[in-house]
């Protein structure tokens, strides 16, 4: 199999309790051709230093910004083919890599690969209200960037995340790519643990509701405006 370089982007802020487990997980891939991205948005623990400790990692510091900041940044210095994301309390089974790659090598129709995710509530933290005991119980599909690899020739710049959004900026990603008619593969591999726990971005529900409304509102006058041409 052709072995194209993966880009590895870590967005993280003050992520010391986590992020060694998703650091540890990058680098026991068997998949061996990847560079990994850490992109710090001003953490003030021993973030640098767990990442330091890991020979392969690139280190990037931002003034306190936002995920989609970090990610972007991320997209700017990468030099793979392939662009991945893991979300530093997430973690990668050891075949994630390379399930991914070898169907993108073998399916040129598609621009992007996800996965299925695993969640499990973390030791200690009390449980989130949206969080259904199902959830936890069996392997669900994962939209979200921990379980994505995407080619980087298939978008432009201009379509990577929107730094407006603070809380949905890879839902509005999922729903602009489907606008625009490109492929995405749901895999039925579970690749990806996710932890879940009380410092999640997708706690915040109110605010995740107002933007998932713009999100949708956009979506629904882009394809208007297809339509219409």
Not at 84 to 91: G, I, R, S
Request: glycine share 2%; hydrophobic share 40%; with cysteine.
């Amino acid at each position: 199999m052709n072995q194209p370089l993966v880009s590895i982007i870590i967005p993280t802020y003050n992520g010391e309790k986590f992020l060694r487990d998703a650091l540890q997980s990058v680098i026991t891939q068997s998949y061996p051709h990847w560079e990994l991205l850490v992109i710090d948005n001003g953490s003030t623990d021993l973030t640098k230093e767990i990442v330091m400790s890991f020979p392969r990692a690139q280190y990037f510091f931002l003034e306190n910004r936002n995920v989609n900041s970090a990610r972007n940044t991320g997209v700017q210095h990468s030099r793979g083919e392939y662009i991945a994301f893991l979300d530093h309390d997430d973690m990668w089974n050891i075949e994630k890599l390379t399930k991914q790659v070898a169907f993108l090598e073998e399916n040129d129709e598609y621009m992007a690969a996800v996965c299925h995710q695993q969640m499990y509530l973390q030791p200690g933290y009390s449980k989130p209200h949206w969080l259904k005991e199902a959830f936890l119980q069996r392997a669900m599909p994962a939209y979200l960037p921990s379980a994505l690899l995407m080619r980087k020739s298939a978008l432009n710049s201009s379509d990577f995340f929107d730094e407006s959004l603070l809380h949905t900026s890879d839902v509005e990603w999922f729903f602009r790519v489907k606008d625009q008619g490109l492929k995405v593969k749901l895999l039925e591999e579970t690749l990806v643990e996710r932890r879940i726990h009380e410092d999640n971005a997708s706690n915040n529900v109110q605010n995740l509701q107002k933007e998932l409304l713009i999100i949708i509102k956009n979506s629904l006058n882009f394809r208007r405006n297809i339509h219409a041409c």
